[in-house]
Structures are given as structure tokens and as C-alpha cells.
């Protein structure tokens, strides 16, 4: 009788018709609209905030820097929440904290004020949702695990899409204090988004515990029984936590070095404050009205999600084309097209080259864990993740300084463009011809290892038959 059952509850395990799969792939969606939608669409609330405080961009611009720094930078240690207490108590403990930043952000008293309200609790929040959002969704679906997944990624252009024009209305009406109130409320909805992550529950043994086959054993990291006292020491779990800062990945696969630099100098450097510096540049340059600029970076968003999901044709029709090397155009053309932003002097031009930015920057975060996955396999996706997320933040933290920077001293936010087009280009023609150059030497070598070894004297024992191709290699070896 209890192996009928065990036998029911795998093949429930594997049956993607569960109510509250969906409903969970539905709740990862919308974290994704706060989460990835927030900093992308925060530029009228740079404007509002800089002009209040009389502030220079560059200590404006670290407000993006250190949310960014704490979302993205302490990645890994999310690991350890979600393994001690699962993934709905993680997100609800990340919009608890997001939301107080929020509430908190709006009585500031200075600029520095809101590089802890809005950088330590509204980042560390958002790093405590995102990772178990994603990660659960994989434990949900198993065979439409691909469309699961891009629904749910897709939540983030829409988030730019949603929340560009609604920061614009909240300040207008209440100010950019009450704005961050009304923000917080509209934030906290993220913890019913948690209620809806059902932790799932492990068939009984014959023998009267809880266990599951090894497949659910390995990806079953939300039901808080399994992970007592006794289990949290277990060398499996020490293994699995050091795994995930491994870094000799660095030097296994000279490619992923280069593709750790192309991350930090154009995915961090450059994308991550690209979108909030479009709406300030066209702000200064009085192309149109407030809310018909923040129109603009909502093209941004929907345009970034048909960004997101073009790399599925794209393979489809070039099989041969390789992750990295698409990667790498993306981030190439990316900025091509910001230095040809700066000639965009109309409205209609300006929203021309936003919506390309988009479908460019869409289309290069999408790759970012497809790389990670074709460089070391499915089973270094989370190990290669948390390198790579730090590079992200680093330059996260290090572009929009550096942005705000280029402005202040020259006082023309073209200039500025000019910076991301720079990062962009480099960090995309390096990947390209690196991973090239890479290629072509693994393909000698593959080359010179199939030919065998013979010395003058094997040669001349096999032309006469006295010994054979397996018996000369066998004494080179």
C-alpha cells in the first residue's frame, strides 16, 4: 500500500496540472515586477529627489549604486535562509524589509539617509525575494519548465513598463515622500505573493519517515522538516554550501573569466543605470513633458521583454551560434545604438533608440544564465550564478557613480552616453574575440590529441607487421 502511494505522489511530483504550480509561477511574476521593474524605472524619482536636497548626481546616483550593491552583491547568503527556513518565510522576511525601507525612505532627512533606508533595507529585501522567487519555480514545474520560466522572467519588463509612469503620478500628487508611502503599501502585496508559495510535502517510507527519490531529495529545499538539527551539519549540506562559492570555476574555462569582465564592465557598469540615465537625459534636453518622458522608459520595458525572449528564435534560426558570442553582439550593438542616442534630439527619434536599448539590455540579461549553463552544464548553474552576481554588482555600484560623475564635471549628460557606449562596446568585441581566440586553441589541441604519438622506431615496427597501432601507443604512455 505504501509503495502505491509513493508511486502517486512522484508521479503528482512530475504532473505540472496543480493549481498552486501555477499560482506560484504567477506569484514569482509580480516579484519580478518589483524587484528587476524598481531600479530600471526610478529615474522621475531621481529628479524629484535631487531637486529637493539640491543634490549632485553623483550622491543622487548612489542611492541606485547601493541597492543595487546589497540586491545583487550578498546573492549567496540567500542560500542559507532558504535551507534553514524555506522559501515562503525568505520572501516574506524580503517584503517585511522592502517595504519598511520604503516607509522609511520617506521621511529622510538627507541624501545619505536614503543610501540605508532604500540601499540596505529595500536591497537586502529585494535579494532575500528574487533568488527563492526564481529558484521555486523550478520545483513547481518540471516539464513546461521553459514556458514557466519565461513567464515569470517576463514580469520584469512589464514592472518598468507598470512603474515608470506610476512613480511619475505618485509625485505629482503626493509628492515624491508621499510616493514612497504609497510605494511601500503597493510593496507589501509581495508577502501574499509569498503566502502563495506552497511548500511541498514528501511521501512516507514503509518505514514511517519522510524521504523522497533522489531526484525530489535534491531540488526539495522548501519544507523546513528536512532541514533539523541534525541534517543543517550533514557533510551533504556542507558540501552543497561550499559549492556555491566555488571558485575554481574562475580558472576551469578561460572563456567564463572574460565573460565575468563582460558582465562587470557591460551588464554592471553599463545596463544596470542605463535606463533611470535615459529619463534624466531627456529631462535636460526639455524633449516633452514628465509624463510623456516616463512613457519612454515604459516602451523601455515592453520592448525589453520581446528582448527577452528573441533568444529562443535566434537559436532557432542560427543552431550554430553559440550563448557566449550572442551575448557578446548584444552587449556590442547595445552600445553602438547608446552612441548614436546622443544624436536623438526629437521625441520620436528618443523613443526609437530607447525601445532598441531595450530589446538589446532585455535580450543580454536573459543570456546571462544561459552562458553560465552552456560554459559548465546544468549542475554549475547556481555555483556559476554566484560568481557572476557579484561582478554584476561591483559594476552596479561602481556605473551610475561613475555616470553622475562624467555629468557633474562636464555638465552634458551626452557625455554620459558616451560612457555606457564605451563599456559596452569593449566589454561585448572582448567577449566576441576572446571566445574565438579561445575556440581556435581548443580545437588544435582537440586535434593534436587524436593524432597519435608514434616515435621513428613504432613507425617502422608496424610497416612490418611486428606490432600494432594499440601496442606502440601503450609503450609511448
Not at 521593474?37 to 543622487?60: C, D, K
Not at 513567464?151 to 515608470?164: D, E, H, M, N, P
Not at 515604459?298 to 542560427?318: C, E, K, Q, T, W
Amino acid at each position: 500500500m505504501s509503495d502505491k502511494q509513493s508511486e502517486r505522489s512522484d508521479r503528482d511530483d512530475d504532473d505540472d496540472r496543480g493549481w498552486y504550480r501555477w499560482l506560484g509561477v504567477l506569484a514569482a511574476h509580480f516579484c519580478c515586477w518589483f524587484v528587476f521593474g524598481l531600479y530600471q524605472s526610478i529615474g522621475p524619482l531621481f529628479v524629484a529627489v535631487q531637486q529637493h536636497f539640491e543634490a549632485s548626481s553623483v550622491r543622487t546616483s548612489w542611492i541606485l549604486s547601493t541597492t543595487l550593491c546589497f540586491q545583487l552583491g550578498l546573492g549567496p547568503i540567500v542560500n542559507i535562509p532558504v535551507e534553514r527556513l524555506g522559501h515562503r518565510p525568505t520572501v516574506m522576511i524580503g517584503a517585511v524589509l522592502s517595504s519598511l525601507g520604503f516607509f522609511l525612505s520617506s521621511f529622510a532627512p538627507s541624501i545619505e539617509f536614503l543610501y540605508l533606508s532604500m540601499g540596505v533595507f529595500v536591497g537586502f529585501g529585494y535579494c532575500l525575494i528574487i533568488s527563492p522567487s526564481l529558484g521555486i519555480v523550478a520545483l513547481y514545474v518540471k516539464r513546461r519548465y521553459v514556458l514557466a520560466n519565461a513567464l515569470a522572467v517576463s514580469g520584469s519588463g512589464l514592472g518598468i513598463f507598470v512603474f515608470t509612469p506610476l512613480w511619475d503620478a505618485f509625485i505629482d500628487g503626493y509628492g515624491w515622500r508621499g510616493a514612497f508611502i504609497l510605494f511601500s503599501s503597493i510593496n507589501a502585496q509581495l508577502g501574499v505573493c509569498a503566502a502563495l508559495y506552497r511548500p511541498k510535502t514528501k511521501a512516507k517510507t514503509k518505514l514511517g519517515t519522510t524521504g523522497t527519490d533522489q531526484d525530489t531529495n535534491e531540488n526539495e529545499s522548501d519544507s523546513p522538516g528536512r532541514h533539523g538539527y541534525t541534517e543543517s551539519n550533514s557533510p551533504q549540506n556542507k558540501k552543497m554550501l561550499c559549492g556555491i562559492c566555488d571558485l575554481s570555476l574562475l580558472s576551469r574555462n578561460p572563456v567564463f573569466l572574460v565573460y565575468a569582465f563582460a558582465v562587470f564592465l557591460g551588464s554592471g557598469m553599463a545596463c544596470m543605470a542605463l535606463p533611470a540615465f535615459l529619463f534624466v537625459r531627456a529631462e535636460s534636453k526639455e524633449l516633452s513633458s514628465s509624463r510623456n518622458l516616463s512613457f519612454l522608459i515604459s516602451i523601455y520595458g515592453a520592448v525589453g521583454i520581446l528582448g527577452r525572449l528573441s533568444s529562443v528564435p535566434i537559436f532557432h534560426v542560427m543552431p550554430n551560434l553559440t550563448s557566449v558570442r550572442l551575448y557578446g553582439l548584444a552587449l556590442f550593438f547595445a552600445g553602438v545604438i547608446s552612441f548614436f542616442s546622443v544624436f536623438a534630439n526629437s521625441y520620436a527619434l528618443y523613443g526609437i533608440v530607447t525601445a532598441i536599448l531595450g530589446i538589446f539590455v532585455g535580450l543580454t540579461f536573459t543570456l546571462i544564465s544561459q552562458v553560465v549553463k552552456d560554459l559548465f552544464g546544468p549542475s554549475l548553474v547556481t555555483a556559476g550564478m554566484t560568481i557572476t552576481t557579484p561582478f554584476m554588482a561591483i559594476g552596479g555600484i561602481l556605473g551610475p557613480t561613475f555616470a553622475g560623475l562624467i555629468y557633474d564635471l562636464t555638465g552634458n549628460y551626452d557625455n554620459t552616453f558616451y560612457y555606457f557606449g564605451a563599456c559596452l562596446v569593449t566589454a561585448g568585441s572582448s567577449l566576441v574575440i576572446m571566445e574565438s581566440y579561445f575556440n581556435k586553441r581548443r580545437r588544435k589541441s582537440e586535434q593534436s590529441e587524436d593524432e597519435p604519438n608514434y616515435s621513428e622506431k613504432g613507425v617502422e615496427m608496424i610497416s612490418r607487421g611486428t606490432s600494432t597501432d594499440f601496442d606502440i601507443l601503450e609503450d609511448v604512455q
